[in-house]
C-alpha cells in the first residue's frame, strides 16, 4: 500500500518565473480552479505584497471557493538583524487569509556566506523564530529548505540542523528543494533516504526539483520512491531557466506507473484538457510532444505500428490514452471527430446526415491542417455545420475592403478601413477610423450591417486573439486570429486563418457577426461554450467558459 | 576511473520520425559533419534502401571524410519465413559501404504474437542467422533488442536468451531498447545490472530509450551508471511520439555532472552551437528552455540573483555556461535592479555612470508598464542603453510610412507598403508588395536601407511573435510585437508596443535594423549564434549562414 502523496503546485509563483510568462489576478484565479478541479491539494499563490495585482489576487482567492485545493501564501524567513515580529514581510503573511505558509530559507553555507551573509547559527535561529512567529499567529507553515541538494553535499550535519530547527519550530513539513537544479535521480533518491530516516518520522518530507539536468521528473519521482510525500511542481514545468519540474508528468508518472493513487480516475482525465488550458492563458502554444498530454504523446505513423495497435494497443503503447484524456492520434481521432461534430450539430439544432457529416470532417480535417483549430471557435465549426445543413445564409456579398495605417514624421499613425458590400442588392460603403486596421474594418462593417441588422450593433468583441503559427518564418508565417464576441447573453468564438493576419482577422469578424444573426441559442440556452465545456463538472465548466475567453 | 562510454547518435535515423521533421540528403550530411565535429562516436544514417534519397545519402556519405565518427547502416533481423542469405533488406545492408550494421530485432513475447506472428524459437533463428549473414559478409553488427524492457518484465528468461543468440552469432554490441518509452530509471538501472552480469561481461551493452514518461535523459543516465558503455538517443530529443533521449543532455550530465570523458573540452563546448545548427537545419525554432544549450538555460532575474551571480555564480547557476558553449543570460524584468544593467552595459562594450544606469531603470520601467518586456529583446534594451550612453546613430529619418492591404470580390487579398525616409539627406521612397502589411513594410524599408547599407540586406527575420496585452478590450487592445532577427552569426530579439500591430511591428523592425548596423559583439559574445560562428570550423559557420536563410 502506498503512502498519500500531496500535490502541491507552484505554476502561480515560481512558474512566473519563466521568461515570457505572466497572468493577470483574474487570470491567476482561472488557473486555480482549473488546478482545483484537476485535484491538485495545495495551490502556492504567491507573497501577498501590497502591490496593486498582487492584493487584487488575494483579494479573489479568499472570496472564491475550492472543492479541494487549499490556497498557500509564499515568503521567505524573517531578514538579517531583524526580529520575527517585526519583520514586515513575515507579518503581511500572517495577516493574509490563507491559513497555510510556505517559507523558504537558507540550508547552504556558500550562501550564508556570500550572497546572505547571515552567520550559520543567526541562520538557525532566524529559520526557528520566523515559524514560530507564524504558528504563534494561528498559521499552518510549510518550509522550503532552499538549495537543499547543494547545501547537503557541501556540510550534510549542518543542512541537517537547518531541518531540524525548522521541524522543532513546528513546520508541518519540510521540502527539500533542487534550487538549481544540479542534482540527478540517484543523487536525489539516496539524499531523500537518509534524510527521511534522519528526521524519524518526525516530520513530513516534500521535494521541489528544476529541469536544468532535464531530469526534473525523475527528480521527483525518486525522492518519492525514498519516502518524500509531498512534490512540488508547476503545470508543463513552465519556471525560470529551464523550468520546473513537470507535474504534468509527475502526475501521470505517480498514478499509472507507480501505483500512487494521487487523483480520481474522473480527475486523471481532466490531465490534458487542464494542461492545454493553462498554455492557452498563457497565450503559449501547447508542445505536440509532451508526454501524457500532447497531441503526438499517443500519434503512430507507419503500417506496422497501426496493425499492431489494431491487433493490441500495448504493443505500441505505453498506456491507454484516455486516460490521462488524450486520445491515440491514427485511429480514434476520425470516430472522436465524427462524435464531436453530431453532437455539435445536435447542439444547434440542426440535423445533418451521415454524408453531410463525413463532408464536414473532411473540410474540418483541411482546415485543421491549414492551422484551423475549432476548440476555441465553435461558432465558426457551427457556421460550417449550418452550411452543410443547408441552414445558412450570407449576411451581405462583399465586393470589398480596404485598411490603410499611415504614420507621418511626427510618429502619429492613422488607421482607417473601407468596406464595400451589398446587402439585399443595396450597395453600402463605409469607412471608419480605429486605433487598429481590425478595430477599424470592424466598425465599416458594423456600421452598414447594423442599418439593416440593429440588433448587430451590440454585438461586442470581447477578445481578439493572434497567435503566428510556423513562427521561424518570420513575417511571412502564417496568422491565426480567435475572436470572442458576446451579445451581453452569450458568448461565441470564431477564427480565422491566413498569410495576412487583417484577412485572418477579416474572417473571424465576418464569422462572428453571421453567427450572432443566424445561430439560435442551443437548447440548454448557453451557446456554443456549454458544449465545450461538456465532459467537464459543472464546476470547472464555468471556468472553462471564462478561460476560453481568454 | 570511468569507463569509455560511445555516443551513438540516431537523428538521421529515428530523429525523421518525429512528426514534421525532414532532411534532404544534403542536409542530412550535413548534420553528419556536425555530430563529427561535436565528437559523436556512431552516426545511425538509416536504411540505405533503393529509393533516390536513400540512395544519393549512402553514396555521399561513401565519398565523405569524418574526423572521428563511424556511420552505421540500419535494418532489421531477417523477415520471417526467409533465410538470411535470401533476405533482400539484408543483402542491402551486406552491400552497402557503412562497415557497422545495426539491427533490431524482437525480444517480446507479446510481439511475437500479436505483430509479427513469429513463433518463439525461429525468432531465436532469425536474430542468430541474419547477424551471422552480416558477420560472414565482412560487417561488425551491434544488436538492438527491440521492446528490451518490456519483454524483460514480461519473460525475463527469454529475453535472455535473445540477447545470448545475438551474443553467441558474433554481435559486437547489444543495446537494449525501450521502445515504447514506458520505463523509469530505477526500473532500466536494475535491468541493466542484471543484464550486464547475466551476460558475464562477453559483450558489451548500449541503451536507446524514449522519453514518454519525460525520463528519456535519466533512463539513459541509469544504465550507463548500472553498467551500459554505449547511449544511444538523438540531438534535442527529436523523435516520434515524445521524442527519443536527449544526446545534449545526456552529453551534458556525463561529463559535467557523473565525470565521463565523452567529449574533449573543445568539443563540449560545440554542444551549444551544434544542437541549434541542427534545429535550423530542421527548419526547427530552438528550445529557449532546453537544459544545458537553450537560451533560458542560465538566464537570470532578479537583484538578488544577478548579486549572488557577481559574488559566486555557483551560488545561482549548477556549472559554468562556456564549458557547453552556451552563456549566462541576464534577464531585464520587472523584478530586476541595477545589477542587471550594469552587466548588460558592460556585456555591450558601453560604460555608463550610476546616473544614466537610474535613467535607464526608470525608462525600462515605464516601458514595461506600457507593456514591454525585454526578457526576449536583448537588442531593444541595448540600444536603450546606447542612447543613454550617448553611442547612438539614427539609421535614417522617417518621413512617413503606409501599409495598404484590401480584398475584393473574388476574394483576393492584395497588400503593399510604402515607406519614405532620409538617409544622409537623400530621400527614399520605395513600395513594396508582401503577403502581409508588416511582411511588405520590411521589404520596402529594407530595400531602401539596403542601398546604403548593404550588408543589413543580409538580416533575417527569423521568428515573429504577436500577444495581445488586455485582450479583454477586443480589438481595441495594446500589442506586443516580439522580432528575433539574425545575420547567420548572432541572433538578437527586438519589441514594439502600440495600440496600432502595425506600429508596433514597425517600432521592433527599425529596432532590428539598428541593432545590426550599430552593435559590437559582446566580449562575452552574444549568443549561441555568435559563438557558433567563433567556435566552429569555417565550413560549419557557412552551413550556419545558410541554414539560417532557408
Avoid at 336 to 362: F, N, P, Q, S, Y
Wanted: glycine letters at 8%; aromatic letters at 4%.
Amino acid at each position: 500500500m502506498n503512502p498519500t502523496i500531496q500535490l502541491y503546485d507552484a505554476t502561480l509563483r515560481d512558474g512566473m518565473q519563466g521568461e515570457g510568462m505572466s497572468l493577470t489576478a483574474e487570470e491567476k484565479v482561472r488557473v486555480a480552479h482549473h488546478l482545483d478541479a484537476l485535484g491538485i491539494d495545495i495551490i502556492e499563490a504567491g507573497f501577498p505584497s501590497s502591490n496593486p495585482k498582487e492584493l487584487e489576487l488575494f483579494k479573489r482567492l479568499e472570496q472564491e471557493t475550492f472543492q479541494h485545493a487549499q490556497i498557500a501564501a509564499f515568503g521567505m524567513t524573517s531578514r538579517r538583524g531583524i526580529p520575527s515580529h517585526e519583520d514586515e514581510s513575515l507579518h503581511i503573511l500572517a495577516d493574509c487569509f490563507a491559513p497555510l505558509v510556505t517559507i523558504v530559507g537558507k540550508t547552504w553555507d556558500l550562501h550564508l556566506e556570500k550572497v546572505v551573509k547571515v552567520d550559520r547559527e543567526e541562520n538557525l535561529v532566524m529559520i526557528s523564530e520566523s515559524i514560530e512567529f507564524l504558528i504563534r499567529e494561528g498559521k499552518r507553515v510549510i518550509y522550503d529548505a532552499e538549495h537543499f541538494f547543494d547545501a547537503y553535499r557541501s556540510d550534510a550535519s549542518y543542512a541537517m540542523r537547518c531541518l531540524r530547527a525548522a521541524a522543532s519550530a513546528g513546520a508541518e513539513r519540510i521540502v527539500l528543494c533542487d534550487t538549481n537544479g544540479s542534482s540527478l535521480p540517484h543523487q536525489i533518491g539516496s539524499a531523500v533516504k537518509e534524510v527521511v530516516a534522519g528526521l524519524g518520522g518526525r516530520v513530513a518530507t516534500g521535494i521541489h526539483c528544476h529541469n536544468d539536468l532535464e531530469c526534473g521528473v525523475a527528480n521527483s519521482l525518486a525522492a518519492v520512491l525514498n519516502g518524500a510525500t509531498q512534490v512540488q511542481g508547476t503545470m508543463n514545468g513552465i519556471g525560470e531557466r529551464t523550468g520546473n519540474a513537470n507535474l504534468v508528468s509527475i502526475i501521470g508518472n505517480l498514478q499509472t506507473k507507480l501505483g500512487y493513487a494521487v487523483l480520481t480516475d474522473e480527475q486523471l482525465v481532466r490531465l490534458t484538457p487542464t494542461a492545454h488550458v493553462i498554455d492557452e492563458l498563457l497565450n503559449v502554444a501547447p508542445d505536440p510532444n509532451q508526454p501524457f498530454v500532447g497531441r503526438n504523446a499517443f500519434a503512430h505513423k507507419g503500417g506496422l505500428h497501426v496493425a499492431g495497435i489494431r491487433a493490441d494497443a500495448s504493443t505500441f503503447e505505453h498506456m491507454e490514452p484516455e486516460l490521462v484524456g488524450n486520445e491515440r492520434a491514427l485511429l480514434v481521432s476520425e470516430l472522436a471527430g465524427r462524435h464531436t461534430i453530431i453532437e455539435k450539430a445536435a447542439g444547434a439544432g440542426l440535423d445533418i446526415d451521415d454524408a453531410a457529416c463525413a463532408r464536414v470532417m473532411d473540410h474540418v480535417k483541411r482546415l485543421e491542417h491549414d492551422g484551423f483549430q475549432f476548440e476555441a471557435a465553435d461558432a465558426s465549426l457551427e457556421l460550417l455545420l449550418r452550411k452543410e445543413a443547408g441552414e445558412y445564409e450570407p449576411l451581405f456579398t462583399l465586393h470589398s475592403w480596404r485598411t490603410i495605417v499611415e504614420q507621418d514624421a511626427s510618429g502619429r499613425v492613422s488607421c482607417e478601413a473601407t468596406i464595400k458590400i451589398d446587402i439585399g442588392g443595396d450597395r453600402y460603403v463605409r469607412t471608419a477610423e480605429g486605433n487598429g486596421p481590425v478595430n477599424a474594418l470592424d466598425a465599416a462593417l458594423r456600421s452598414a450591417i447594423g442599418e439593416v441588422h440593429p440588433h448587430l450593433t451590440d454585438v461586442e468583441l470581447v477578445n481578439y486573439k493572434v497567435r503566428i503559427l510556423d513562427e521561424h518564418h518570420g513575417t511571412t508565417a502564417t496568422t491565426r486570429v480567435l475572436i470572442d464576441s458576446s451579445d451581453g447573453e452569450r458568448t461565441w468564438g470564431t477564427i480565422g486563418v491566413a498569410p495576412n493576419i487583417i484577412a485572418a482577422s477579416w474572417q473571424a469578424l465576418v464569422d462572428s457577426l453571421e453567427y450572432a444573426e443566424q445561430a439560435k441559442p442551443s437548447p440548454r440556452g448557453s451557446g456554443p461554450r456549454r458544449e465545450l465545456a461538456q465532459g467537464l463538472a459543472p464546476a470547472a465548466s464555468g471556468d472553462i467558459t471564462a478561460t476560453v475567453e481568454t
